[in-house]
């Protein structure tokens, strides 16, 4: 009798454990007692990414839900630069610019490099003008990569016309090369038209 007394109590206990449990679990209920709107989604909801919670709290500390994080993607555009190749019958000079990364990340960039571009050709003495217009000229489909790296701090010329730059030192593209040469873009122009595998 001992035990059948402890088994119904158990019973009544694990009964009221289960109505407890499905009170909080009611997804009807939409109040915390005190009247106050309270997020809807189950803990830890993950909500896709572009549809954040739509609950009465969403925004706020109560609210359960996390968007999904945005996934760097391959981006690429093509920039048309100011100068053109005279000698090569006024061909126009572009290069494409691409990149895996996040869209706040890419935002801004293509502009940012065309008009560093812009300005190291402008700048440039004689010599580094015929280089832009040689390793810009459109028939060579130069491409820059622009990408987060900590194998090299500003830039990695990875093959005739083909430059890759880090996407945290592009502000430092028109600083003075610690090695000489100009500017580390005109150095990098350089070594992309003779296929000087070198990085800075
Ligand atoms: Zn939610
Ligand atoms: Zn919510």
Same mark, same amino acid.
């Given at each position: 009798?001992?035990?059948?007394?402890? =088994?119904?109590?158990?019973?009544?206990?694990?009964?009221?454990? +289960?109505?407890?449990?499905?009170?909080? %679990?009611?997804? !009807?209920?939409? !109040?915390?007692?005190?009247?106050? &709107?309270?997020?809807? %989604?189950? *803990?830890?909801?993950?909500?896709?990414?572009?549809? &954040?919670?739509? $609950?009465?709290?969403?925004?706020? @500390?109560?609210?359960? %839900?996390?968007?999904?994080?945005?996934? &760097?993607?391959?981006?690429?555009?093509?920039?048309?630069?100011?100068?053109?190749?005279?000698?090569?019958? *006024?061909?126009? $000079? @572009?290069?494409?610019?691409?990149?895996? =990364?996040?869209?706040?990340?890419?935002?801004?960039? &293509?502009?940012?490099?065309?008009? /560093?571009?812009?300005?190291?050709?402008? /700048?440039?003495?004689?010599?580094?003008?015929?280089?832009?217009?040689?390793?810009?000229?459109?028939?060579?489909?130069?491409?820059?990569?622009? #990408?987060?790296?900590? #194998?090299?701090?500003?830039?990695?010329?990875?093959?005739?016309? /083909?430059?890759?730059?880090?996407?945290?030192?592009? !502000?430092?593209? =028109? !600083?003075?090369?610690?090695?000489?040469?100009?500017?580390?873009?005109?150095?990098?122009?350089?070594? +992309?038209?003779? *296929?000087?595998?070198?990085?800075?």
């Amino acid at each position: 009798m001992k035990n059948w007394k402890k =088994l119904n109590v158990l019973g009544i206990v694990i009964i009221f454990v +289960m109505a407890f449990g499905f009170i909080g %679990c009611d997804p !009807d209920k939409k !109040d915390n007692g005190n009247n106050d &709107p309270i997020c809807e %989604c189950p *803990n830890g909801t993950v909500h896709p990414l572009g549809f &954040p919670c739509t $609950c009465p709290v969403a925004g706020t @500390s109560a609210c359960n %839900c996390t968007e999904e994080a945005e996934q &760097p993607e391959f981006r690429e555009t093509t920039i048309i630069f100011n100068f053109i190749n005279t000698r090569m019958g *006024n061909a126009i $000079c @572009s290069a494409k610019i691409q990149g895996t =990364l996040l869209n706040s990340e890419w935002s801004g960039v &293509p502009e940012s490099l065309k008009s /560093t571009i812009d300005e190291a050709y402008s /700048t440039g003495n004689t010599v580094a003008k015929s280089v832009f217009e040689d390793t810009f000229n459109a028939i060579y489909n130069a491409i820059i990569t622009v #990408e987060k790296t900590t #194998e090299y701090s500003i830039f990695k010329v990875t093959g005739v016309f /083909t430059l890759s730059l880090n996407i945290d030192n592009i !502000d430092k593209l =028109l !600083d003075q090369s610690v090695l000489g040469g100009g500017v580390n873009i005109v150095k990098a122009v350089r070594a +992309m038209d003779s *296929n000087n595998l070198i990085m800075e």
